[in-house]
């Protein structure tokens, strides 16, 4: 599994603009993808120009191919209008741990399996 967390700040006057760009490709991510499993994107509380923006795939190969994808290429001409420059914070790696409700292994395939679950 491979997780990537973006954080940014929307230049003033275009919050909308950016949530209809992000959640365009969230929506194209998660339907045309098959190794995008999850994308959220959250307001930070107090900021309603702060986000954080939030991805998960199946593997690094997955993630790599979500930068090809024509969706990410028109999010990078949003991001451009939308976004102030260098306040993008880009992480992304390997998932080494996680849960969540119904069990980790059951809810996203191809995670890792804790071993008192497997008991």
Do not use: I, N
């Amino acid at each position: 599994m491979f997780s990537q967390v973006v954080q940014v700040r929307v230049r003033p006057g275009r919050r909308e603009e950016f949530l209809a760009g992000v959640t365009a490709t969230a929506e194209a991510a998660v339907r045309d993808e098959p190794g995008c499993l999850r994308v959220e994107v959250c307001e930070v509380a107090g900021d309603p120009d702060a986000f954080v923006v939030s991805g998960l795939y199946a593997d690094d190969a997955a993630y790599a191919a979500h930068g090809r994808t024509p969706h990410a290429a028109a999010w990078r001409q949003v991001s451009e209008r939308t976004v102030v420059p260098g306040t993008e914070v880009d992480m992304a790696g390997r998932v080494l741990v996680g849960h969540c409700v119904g069990g980790w292994a059951e809810a996203l395939p191809g995670a890792h399996r804790d071993e008192e679950e497997e008991r």
